[in-house]
């Protein structure tokens, strides 16, 4: 086989692999947005799993990127969505989980298709990555849970608490700091 046949071989792969880049970009976007939100509200905990989740997102990309490159294509890195403006706690990690549950959908759809075409490599990385988006869904809807279970009030007065807390600590360690 010539390089060219090679090169068509993957094309369907690098479209697929160029539109999960692209969901991961929106993806990162979004929980990134959510993370200022959480932090400016003073919802610790949330905040950084957001920005954890966003930088996991980053990852992926990465990955994604690397397999694209190695097929001899290139990057689309525009995000394939506009960030939703969403501010308020439960809206925010039903619509994450939404976005998870459906890249999950996809990467397994992916996965599929590019095994019955021979590129097992490009199969494993959408198995891979559906497994972490499976483990960010759990989380989210979790979150989601306990935001239930314990009512919204009680649940981000723990969030705030967390915030106040940490607050207070990092205020002690820089006094000491100065005190040496």
């Known amino acids: 086989m010539n390089m060219e046949q090679q090169k068509n071989k993957y094309a369907k792969s690098i479209e697929r692999l160029n ?3 692209r969901m991961e970009i ?3 976007l979004q ?3 959510f ?3 959480f932090e400016d509200a003073g919802y610790e905990y949330l905040a950084k799993m957001m920005k954890q989740s966003a930088i996991a ?3 992926h990309i990465e990955e994604l990127s690397e397999r ?3 097929l001899e294509g290139d990057v689309d890195m525009n995000p394939l969505e506009k960030t939703v403006k969403i501010t308020k706690v439960a809206e925010a990690l039903t619509f994450s989980m939404n976005i ?3 890249t999950v959908d996809k990467y397994n759809e992916w996965s599929r298709l590019c095994s019955a075409e021979d590129d097992a490599v490009t199969h494993r990385l959408f198995q891979n990555l559906s497994v972490q988006e499976e483990e960010h869904l759990d989380m989210f809807r979790t979150e989601l849970q306990n935001l ?4 919204e009030q009680y649940y981000l007065s723990l969030q705030s608490i967390a915030h106040s807390k940490a607050v207070v600590k990092e205020q002690k360690e820089k006094a000491h700091h100065h005190e040496e």
Do not use: F, L, N, P
């Open 31 to 33: 929980y990134m947005y």
């Open 68 to 70: 694209i490159m190695y």
């Open 148 to 151: 239930k279970d314990y009512g």
């Open 26 to 28: 929106a993806t990162t």
């Open 35 to 37: 993370h200022v939100h």
């Open 19 to 21: 539109e999960a880049v």
């Open 100 to 102: 998870e549950q459906s």
């Open 57 to 59: 997102e980053m990852r």
